[in-house]
Nanobody
């Protein structure tokens, strides 16, 4: 059974940094896409960043220049380095992965972690 386990969330002051990590277990495949979504209370779950197996990345406009996604294909892990954090970044962050050829929208991610809380104080 595939499982994704996130770590690295916490409380940080505005301008600070956090690094989130996600470890995938239970699969022989290297996922086509591994990414991070976030969800604030009362809001829809939104894409933060995604990285494909070949290294192509995509970021939400709100985090470009501040966040960096990376993956280790051999270890089936994905990380999100978050710098210059702002209160608007406060949310539960979820690791997501997919084996599909097309992985663009949220419904195309088949595996999800339980989430890790990121809180940015002003």
């Amino acid at each position: 059974q595939v499982q994704l386990v996130e770590s690295g969330g916490g409380l940080v002051q505005a301008g600070g940094s956090l690094r989130l990590s996600c470890a995938a277990t239970g699969s022989l495949l290297r996922f086509n896409a591994m990414g991070w979504y976030r969800q604030a209370p009362g809001k829809q779950r939104e894409l933060v960043a995604v990285i494909y197996i070949g290294g192509t990345t995509n970021y939400a406009d709100s985090v470009k220049g501040r966040f960096t996604i990376s993956r280790d294909n051999a270890k089936n892990m994905v990380s999100l380095q978050m710098n210059s954090l702002q209160p608007e970044d406060t949310a539960v962050y979820y690791c997501a992965a997919s084996d599909r050829i097309r992985v663009v929208i949220i419904d195309e991610y088949d595996y999800w972690g339980q989430g890790t809380q990121v809180t940015v104080s002003s």
